[in-house]
């Protein structure tokens, strides 16, 4: 999607992406946020983010999808 490219690319090329960076910030509050540059940025595999919440690889898969959507909504 286009969410996801637009976050590869932010991690990928500086993080100077200032609509990305607002939409990070309005899921600041969200337990799951880090897992979004942990994805990203780090390279986090599903299972490694899975091992890192203590869930199982089913939550963090929904989790990220919720997180992007709630992005996809701030770029709006």
């Given at each position: 999607?286009?969410?996801v490219a637009r976050l590869r690319d932010f991690y990928?090329?500086?993080e100077?992406?200032?609509e990305i960076k607002n939409a990070l910030q309005s899921i600041d509050g969200d337990p799951y946020?880090?897992?979004i540059p942990?994805?990203?940025s780090y390279k986090y595999t599903n299972e490694k983010l899975?091992?890192?919440?203590?869930?199982e690889v089913s939550t963090i898969?929904?989790?990220k999808r919720r997180l992007c959507l709630?992005?996809?909504d701030a770029l709006q």
């Open positions: 999607t286009e969410v990928a090329n500086g100077n992406d200032a946020a880090r897992l942990l994805y990203f899975a091992e890192h919440y203590n869930v898969s929904r989790n709630l992005i996809y």
